[in-house]
């Protein structure tokens, strides 16, 4: 096929070929959108409604839950609609909007995950310059370059991406269009997506970096406190941010620096979940429904609406 329309169809790869299989494909990951949709509507409510949350951590936490919303809800719904149905197909126009939507998502992600290192960091080794580093309009700032970062990657990616005729059957072995899977289908090297993808995995290791730096000046720190009770506390929030962040760009990694695939791999499939589901779902437990502030402020809305209902 050398021109694309949009009446072009992809065929996206399936998870099984046996039709129980994709029923109980189509559960799982129901279940783990509908935990990931509930975990993060409660985290941007809370955040939202209580006014003792409308602080620097709790204002990049909100954004947090709403762009997991978003980039679980780009791939995960279609994927289940499409082995309820039995089929593996998406449009043209569906397979750019995720495209565009997934870079979109992910590297504000990226981006945000790194500014809310940077915000531990200041808290904790820093704590009396806190307030003036981390201002209101600061924090705005930050969100809005990570919004404007991801625009820009997104634009760079998709024009690239669609940009070389594609040859063969538009098989896609993914299940989701993801970049890889479409380079493997261009009839030549797609030399300028491929510079874009090494400029955007340059960036993300140098976020990754950084994380890693602010955390080890965080471990520090926490190190030389003489209350084991703040050592475990500080150590029991920042290892898990760390794993979640680490296990997100690690898979996202493997999938980008592998050579181009020629037929449909299940390792692809399994580790495609591990940066596309798995994030969405577990950074609302581990970044805020374990706080006690937000446990806090969970029991005062359902005392309020008790109130409300009585």
């Given at each position: ?7 072009s ?5 399936r ?22 949709l ?37 791939t ?16 043209f ?34 704590p ?19 919004w404007?970062?991801?625009g ?5 990616h ?26 493997s ?9 491929l ?12 976020c ?43 898979s ?59």
């Open positions: 096929m050398d021109n694309l329309t949009s009446g169809t992809f065929f996206l790869a998870f099984s070929d046996v039709q129980d299989m994709q029923i109980l494909h189509a559960t799982i990951f129901l279940m783990l959108y509908l935990a990931a509930l975990g993060n509507l409660l985290i941007i409510t809370l955040t939202t409604k209580d006014h003792r949350l409308h602080t620097p951590m709790y204002f990049f936490l909100k954004n947090l839950s709403f762009l997991d919303l978003c980039l679980i809800s780009i995960v719904p279609k994927s289940i609609t499409n082995s309820l149905t039995n089929r593996n197909t998406i449009s126009l569906g397979c750019v909007s995720q495209v565009f939507f997934f870079f979109l998502l992910a590297t504000t992600e990226v981006a945000l995950l790194t500014v809310m290192s940077y915000d531990r960091y200041v808290a904790i080794c820093h009396l310059r806190y307030e003036l580093i981390m201002s209101h309009e600061g924090c705005v700032q930050m969100v809005v370059s990570s404007v970062s991801g820009l990657n997104a634009v760079l998709t024009v690239a991406t669609f940009s070389v005729p594609l040859c063969g059957s538009l098989d896609v072995h993914q299940f989701f269009c993801d970049v890889p899977q479409l380079l289908l261009a009839c030549s090297y797609n030399v300028g997506e510079v874009v993808i090494g400029l955007s995995l340059v960036l993300d290791f140098g990754f970096v950084f994380i890693d730096i602010s955390y080890i000046r965080i471990f520090c720190t926490v190190l030389k406190m003489p209350s084991r009770e703040g050592k475990s506390k500080a150590f029991s929030t920042c290892l898990p941010h760390l794993i979640v962040v680490t296990l997100f760009l690690s996202g990694f493997f999938a980008y620096l592998r050579p181009l695939p020629k037929s449909l791999s299940k390792t692809d499939l399994f580790v495609s979940v591990f940066y596309t589901v798995v994030p969405p779902t577990l950074n609302p437990l581990i970044y805020s429904l374990r706080n006690k502030d937000m446990k806090v402020a969970l029991r005062n809305l359902r005392m309020g609406r008790c109130h409300l209902s009585n």
